[in-house]
T-cell receptor, first 115, second 115 residues
Framework: EAEVAQSPRYKITEKSQAVAFWCDPISGHATLYWYRQILGQGPELLVQFQDESVVDDSQLPKDRFSAERLKGVDSTLKIQPAELGDSAMYLC?????????????FGNGTRLTVT | AQTVTQSQPEMSVQEAETVTLSCTYDTSESDYYLFWYKQPPSRQMILVIRQEAYKQQNATENRFSVNFQKAAKSFSLKISDSQLGDAAMYFCAYRSSNAGNMLTFGGGTRLMVKP
């Protein structure tokens, strides 16, 4: 079964450094999501793409976070500079449709630790 | 904005027994979808079951079933014949049928299965 690929699996960085995460959605899925999950909590949406366009980035801290999906396929999420409070699991997901009952398929996530 | 609440941070069940996880949500919409996702330790989040709000019949997937009470805005998950592999975090999630609406997660319930 096709899966959402994410890398790296783990990332340790010092505060004020830049980090980047990569995601390759399931082939043919036009909708891509980045979620942040703090340990012990539910995921919270950071940004949603439809093809290469941002649909929702209202919860993305734009002073330090950026996301792109230039060709409408894979995506990169960047944090610069990283802060201690950014330590979390960053989940990428994709779906065939941007609404309703289309389920989200999640990757394994990138666990970020900021020291 | 829609909110999803899971009031049980942790639940425990004996192997082969039945357990019910609770979820309530708040919305002013009439057309939406509800989901239960499972997140095993260090593994990716996967869809367990999905319910369309316009359907009165409760969804069932093998040992997993839901009790959907639209008027009460309640969506509980019942796991029958619990297995050790059911141990995981379970997240209830809501999504509007309108385009561009994000999947909103509850805070999760950690399910432990005792042998």
């Amino acid at each position: 079964e096709a899966e959402v690929a994410q890398s790296p699996r783990y990332k340790i960085t010092e505060k004020s450094q830049a980090v980047a995460f990569w995601c390759d959605p399931i082939s043919g899925h036009a909708t891509l999501y980045w979620y942040r999950q703090i340990l012990g909590q539910g995921p919270e949406l950071l940004v949603q793409f439809q093809d290469e366009s941002v649909v929702d980035d209202s919860q993305l801290p734009k002073d330090r976070f950026s996301a792109e999906r230039l060709k409408g396929v894979d995506s990169t999420l960047k944090i610069q500079p990283a802060e201690l409070g950014d330590s979390a699991m960053y989940l990428c997901a994709s779906s065939s449709l941007p609404r309703g009952g289309a389920p989200l398929h999640f990757g394994n996530g990138t666990r970020l630790t900021v020291t | 904005a829609q909110t999803v609440t899971q009031s049980q941070p942790e639940m425990s069940v004996q192997e082969a027994e039945t357990v019910t996880l609770s979820c309530t949500y708040d919305t002013s919409e009439s057309d939406y979808y509800l989901f239960w996702y499972k997140q095993p330790p260090s593994r990716q989040m996967i869809l367990v079951i999905r319910q369309e709000a316009y359907k009165q019949q409760n969804a069932t997937e093998n040992r997993f079933s839901v009790n959907f009470q639209k008027a009460a805005k309640s969506f509980s998950l019942k796991i029958s014949d619990s297995q050790l592999g059911d141990a995981a975090m379970y997240f209830c999630a809501y999504r509007s049928s309108n385009a561009g609406n994000m999947l909103t997660f509850g805070g999760g319930t950690r399910l432990m299965v005792k042998p």
